[in-house]
């Protein structure tokens, strides 16, 4: 059905990833200055729905990005909702973007950035190049409440290896001082967001295996070790 609103709950949780990045997306704009015509970047966008919500809400032209999911697969997606003239798909390697520099207004990425972003080198070296002057970053992923170390929790260890805290998941301290070490950026704000149990929710209502999986892992951490962390940035 051409131009369809993304009101559709079956349709976003037969094509959640995770956490809800409808519900995470929200959150993260809810005050972004992102205005009609802007070209913002959707980094790790996975099946287009936080794409689709970008471009519906703030008709932004949005470039589509992601690694796992075809830029075909999301193109029949973007066509179906009538937004195939505004949003771009693009099948890239977040760390060999084919874009040119200063050419974002504003780039996003909703539960994916800590699967290639949690160095030193990530944000300098690939990132701020793309974006103009006063550009916007806004990130939202998964967190800790704090630092483990290597050591997970022994609830929590029937699910998760150290791998997953160690290289991915981290708390809103440890991502203020990595992006605070950055020459290129002005960190506006690291903070816990507040729809932890709203987006986990909505993914585990999903009919998926993966889901189903992760319904131990909240039940086991209840509230004490997970949470969602929005990072919010601009270009100096």
């Known amino acids: 059905m051409i131009g369809r609103d993304l009101d559709d709950v079956d349709f976003i949780r ?3 990833m995770g956490p809800s990045s409808i519900v995470m997306i929200e959150e993260l ?6 205005q009609n015509g802007m070209r913002v ?8 729905l ?3 919500f970008l471009a519906q809400k703030f008709g932004v032209t949005v470039f589509a990005t992601d690694l796992w999911i075809s830029a075909t697969e999301n193109y029949r997606r973007f066509r179906d909702f009538g937004l195939e003239s505004r949003i771009i798909p693009i099948h890239a390697d977040a760390c060999s973007l084919p874009f040119a520099n200063k050419y974002f207004d504003a780039v996003i990425s909703v539960d994916a950035y800590q699967y290639f972003g949690a160095n030193e080198q990530y944000l300098d ?3 701020t190049p793309l974006v103009k002057k006063g550009g916007i970053f806004a990130i939202a992923m998964p967190g800790v409440k704090k630092e483990f170390d290597g050591a ?25 001082k990595l992006w605070g070490q950055s020459p290129n950026v002005y960190v506006e704000s690291v903070r816990e967001m507040n729809c932890f149990s709203k987006a986990w929710y909505e993914w585990l209502q999903c009919d998926n295996d993966y889901a189903r999986d992760n319904i131990a892992l909240l039940n086991a951490d209840d509230g004490k070790y997970m949470n969602l962390i929005s990072l919010i940035a601009s270009l100096k």
């Open 14 to 16: 037969a094509h959640l």
């Open 29 to 34: 704009t809810k005050n972004l200055p992102l």
């Open 41 to 48: 970047l959707d980094l790790g966008c996975g099946t287009g």
């Open 50 to 52: 936080t794409s689709i």
């Open 125 to 127: 070296c690939h990132l």
């Open 152 to 176: 997970v929790p022994v609830e929590l260890q029937p699910f998760l290896s150290p791998s997953e805290f160690d290289i991915h998941w981290h708390t809103c301290e440890w991502w203020g």
